[in-house]
């Protein structure tokens, strides 16, 4: 069975990363890929405890929201549940897995609300975030900041805790520069200022191309595998 593809959108609050997760697994499932479509944090047992802090249903004894670090920490844990209970069976069944946030999210979201200086914090985020399966595309949503808290407030529901506008243009100028951070992944910015289905349409494009890749590849390998055969073969005394 060929690995199947690990892909995740990533973008700040209200760029469109959840409409656009769910929309290309429509797609990809109606042209009869097996999809399995997830988030960050995860629905697992870690990433629910996150889900109480970011809507600030679960804060310190004093009241405060947890440090940066300790939510890093939490995301960390969670995302190596997520590898080992989701990513790498879902990849190894042949799954196109694609994930709403990853990593990404967590260097810049982590990153920039702690205390280090972000170069520092961004190092250490990437440390403890060695385990994390690689994904094979990154497509971040790009979209003014002004326009995705009109989107949020559009949305309704109460603030969470990174909705800051400040925090929120801060963001924006890291996932500018994600490659910068993730210099190992395949980064592709999509313009998500534009309608649904044009947003839709680029990140399409983004990931026939992946597919193209994969399919070179592998038969780049069965080429090489079979050149090492007839090698083999030559190689064998005559009988
Ligand atoms: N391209 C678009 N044009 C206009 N509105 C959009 C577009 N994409 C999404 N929206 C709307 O903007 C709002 C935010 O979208 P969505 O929830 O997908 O963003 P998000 O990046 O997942 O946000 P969050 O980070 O807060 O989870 C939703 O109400 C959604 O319907
Ligand atoms: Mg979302």
């Known amino acids: 069975m060929n690995r199947g593809a ?3 959108i990533e973008g700040i609050d209200g760029s469109g990363t959840t409409t656009q997760t769910a929309l290309l697994e429509k797609r990809l499932t ?3 890929r097996a999809v399995v479509s997830t988030r960050e944090p995860t629905g697992g047992p870690v990433g629910s405890m996150i889900r109480q802090v970011l809507t600030k249903r679960l804060r310190e004894p004093s009241g405060a929201p947890f440090n940066a670090s300790t939510m890093a920490l939490l995301f ?4 190596v549940d997520h590898g080992a209970v989701l990513i790498t069976p879902a990849l190894a069944s042949g799954a196109v897995v694609i994930s709403d946030r990853y990593d990404h999210s967590s260097v810049g979201y982590q990153g920039l609300t702690g205390k280090l200086p972000f170069a520092e914090a961004a ?3 990437r440390a403890i975030n060695t385990r994390a399966v690689r994904p094979d595309l990154v497509v971040v949503v ?3 900041p002004r326009e995705a808290e009109n989107r949020r407030r559009a949305r309704g529901g109460a603030e969470e805790l990174y909705e800051v506008a400040a925090l929120q243009a801060h963001l924006c100028t890291y996932y500018s520069n994600l490659s910068k951070y993730f210099p190992e992944d395949t980064i592709v910015h999509v313009d998500g200022s534009r309608g649904t289905d044009d947003v839709g349409a680029a990140i399409d494009r983004a990931v026939q191309a992946l597919f193209f890749r994969q399919l070179e590849q592998r038969k780049a ?3 090489e595998e ?3 055969e007839l090698l083999e073969d030559n190689r064998a005394p005559k009988p």
């Open 123 to 125: 190092f250490w985020l």
């Open 6 to 8: 690990f892909i995740v």
């Open 226 to 228: 079979q050149l090492e």
């Open 30 to 32: 109606a042209s009869g």
């Open 76 to 79: 960390a844990a969670d995302r």
């Open 221 to 223: 390998g069965e080429l």
């Open 142 to 144: 790009d979209i003014d």
